[in-house]
């Protein structure tokens, strides 16, 4: 179930960012006659659909690692649900890592179209506050509780990689617990 809603998330996330990047691989095209957009276009970010690939790369060989005999891969945001199918065998450890990997990238492609927002829907993994934001500089979660800081008064902070896991972690205790 859970497994479902996070693939299904991250594709939602992956599609978003393919419509932006969308008009990049046009970008030939100047024809008067397409619409103007609704609002002012975004910065064009060359980086995007290397972000893509890259992305795709990542769980094309997380599930070849996992099954070599995995047909083939799509292209695009099917790629989660393909996670899913293709490795029915997990054991419940490396689903999770799978359920993560996947959680993560939903993370940064959201966060890549300019989505901060899907950082505060976490509480904070050490104290449980919620209110985590998006430090861009560190490019990483930080905790907006001033009481909640390491030995050396730093602020806490997460990786996008520490913030799925821990989610994919509550997630699985949620479901425990309520069964
Ligand atoms: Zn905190």
Request: proline share 6%; charged share 25%; with cysteine.
């Amino acid at each position: 179930m859970g497994n479902a809603d996070t693939s299904a998330t991250a594709a939602a996330h992956m599609r978003t960012l393919r419509e932006i990047s969308g008009p990049l691989a046009r970008k030939g095209d100047t024809s008067p006659s397409r619409a103007k957009p609704a609002h002012a276009p975004a910065p064009i970010d060359l980086g995007l659909l290397d972000h893509l690939e890259a992305s795709r790369a990542e769980i094309v060989a997380a599930v070849r690692d996992a099954n070599p005999a995995a047909g083939p891969a799509p292209l695009d945001e099917g790629i989660y649900q393909w996670m899913v199918d293709a490795t029915p065998q997990l054991d419940e450890d490396r689903r999770r890592v799978h359920e993560a990997l996947a959680y993560r990238q939903g993370l940064e492609h959201a966060l890549r179209a300019g989505e901060e927002k899907v950082i505060r829907r976490h509480a904070c993994p050490a104290c449980r506050t919620w209110g985590l934001f998006w430090s861009r500089p560190a490019q990483r979660a930080a905790c907006v509780n001033r009481y909640c800081s390491d030995a050396a008064g730093r602020r806490s902070t997460w990786t996008l990689s520490q913030l799925a896991h821990h989610h994919i972690a509550t997630q699985a205790e949620r479901r425990r617990t309520a069964t």
